[in-house]
T-cell receptor, first 115, second 117 residues
Framework: KAGVTQTPRYLIKTRGQQVTLSCSPISGHRSVSWYQQTPGQGLQFLFEYFSETQRNKGNFPGRFSGRQFSNSRSEMNVSTLELGDSALYLC??????????????FGPGTRLTVL | AQSVTQLDSHVSVSEGTPVLLRCNYSSSYSPSLFWYVQHPNKGLQLLLKYTSAATLVKGINGFEAEFKKSETSFHLTKPSAHMSDAAEYFCVVSDPPGSNTGNQFYFGTGTSLTVIP
């Protein structure tokens, strides 16, 4: 099975712009979670989608949003970019996500740089 | 509240010597616990997970972790370090579904492992 894929791998934007990141989960996985990784804050949970519905949300401003399509692919959008949004954005998929025994499988990440 | 504390931000070992990466957690429930590894510019790879079965969990690449409820610890060990083990390691706790914080992964701040030849 192919793993979790994320596109693009690298992205450079300027302040005020918006950006859309894409994640394709492992085939058959219905849950997709997004994380932001920075040197200062570590790994922080953004949100989780299951069956096209946002099921959980972390403590991020409304500029961060996402969606999931019927094929379980997910997109994350960040509007009005700020310098502090520069980070590695990781996507993870799991079968159901609702059971703590589910393992999350991570993609390679999208490195976003905001200038 | 759920939290994960990785007691060492950096650990250095010589190749061939044992590795110990420490992790303590707090949870109001019976959590699941995971260790992930991240090599530079890569995503996270699962090393092992504990889900209330055997308390000693064996993972990939010779890593093990022991769940100790009385100490709320889940330390990661390996008998003999290899150069390829140099990476960032994350301890993760996940609460059961139905709990207030179910469905979420809580990450520790990571431990950077250096292996000296």
């Amino acid at each position: 099975k192919a793993g979790v894929t994320q596109t693009p791998r690298y992205l450079i934007k300027t302040r005020g712009q918006q950006v859309t990141l894409s994640c394709s989960p492992i085939s058959g996985h219905r849950s997709v979670s997004w994380y932001q990784q920075t040197p200062g804050q570590g790994l922080q949970f953004l949100f989780e989608y299951f069956s096209e519905t946002q099921r959980n949300k972390g403590n991020f401003p409304g500029r961060f949003s996402g969606r999931q399509f019927s094929n379980s692919r997910s997109e994350m959008n960040v509007s009005t970019l700020e310098l502090g949004d520069s980070a590695l954005y990781l996507c993870a998929s799991s079968l159901e996500g609702g059971r703590s025994t589910d393992t999350q499988y991570f993609g390679p990440g999208t490195r976003l740089t905001v200038l | 509240a759920q939290s994960v504390t990785q007691l060492d931000s950096h650990v250095s070992v010589s190749e061939g010597t044992p590795v110990l990466l420490r992790c303590n957690y707090s949870s109001s429930y019976s959590p699941s616990l995971f260790w992930y590894v991240q090599h530079p510019n890569k995503g996270l790879q699962l090393l092992l997970k504990y889900t209330s079965a055997a308390t000693l969990v064996k993972g990939i690449n010779g890593f093990e972790a022991e769940f100790k409820k009385s100490e709320t610890s889940f330390h990661l060990t390996k008998p003999s370090a290899h150069m390829s083990d140099a990476a960032e390691y994350f301890c993760v706790v996940s609460d059961p579904p139905g709990s207030n914080t179910g469905n979420q992964f809580y990450f520790g701040t990571g431990t950077s492992l250096t292996v000296i030849p």
